[in-house]
């Protein structure tokens, strides 16, 4: 075993997870694949990692699109939904991005919506980016979307409340050790819970670091869904393409 039960593993198979999150824009994810799909010119023989790919809706979006994909995630609720869309051009498993089972194997690895990050060890953050790079094929392509750490640590919400399917969830958040805390607390049928997210911040200057020392060579950065030019003040996204 790698690891002790951590709050990812708790949280994302947790049936409240879907429930909170419930209304996640898809437009979003459809902008922004749409725009790297024009950006990289993928070619449709292209195999795709969409690593932690959630509930699949990168995955099947692109699958869509004629593309070959695999979803890996260490959800197997997560898992269990996204495989309802299985077909001969997209499968998905549970799996340790850590240890990603495959060498060689894909065109590009995306990593969308802030999927990076939930290791109390740095070390892990490393194991990930290697193995990451191990799963490419040689000159693959690794495509990182995550929060601006600088813009978010400046305008940080502190307390919020949302109501989704008849729960009223608390949700605290702090920065703290350089990382995101996010505390949800909330009742249901009589009885409390208490779930807790937890996200290194990285800035745009960690990541090229970290993608460097790992052996990536980073090709761009930009800021936003659109794909406009990373501004660490003004920029709500970090995306970054880098070559293995």
Known sequence: ??????????????????????????????????????????????????????????????????????????????????????????????????????????????????????????ADHVRTLESIKKALKPGGIFVLDFFNACKLAKNLIEQETKESQGITFNIARTLVDNKIRKQIEFEHDGSDYYFEECVEAFTCDDFKKLLTDTGFEI???????????????????????AKA
Not at 89 to 109: A, H, N, S, W
């Open 1 to 122: 075993m790698i690891e002790k039960i951590n709050w990812y593993k708790n949280w994302f198979n947790s049936p409240f997870y879907p429930i909170l999150y419930h209304n996640r824009d898809s437009r979003d994810a459809r902008l922004l694949l749409d725009n790297l799909l024009e950006k990289l010119d993928f070619h449709l023989d292209a195999t795709l990692l969409d690593l932690a790919c959630g509930r699949g809706r990168h995955a099947v979006y692109l699958n869509n699109k004629g593309f070959d994909v695999t979803g890996l995630d260490m959800s197997k609720a997560s898992i269990l939904d996204a495989s309802k869309h299985i077909n001969s051009k997209l499968r998905f498993l549970v799996g340790d991005m850590r240890e990603i089972p495959f060498t060689g194997q894909f065109d590009y690895v995306l990593n969308l919506f802030t999927s990076f990050g939930y290791f109390e060890d740095h």
């Open 219 to 241: 090709l761009d950065c930009f800021g936003d869904y659109e794909l406009n030019p990373y501004d660490e003040t003004n920029s709500e996204r970090i995306i970054l393409i």
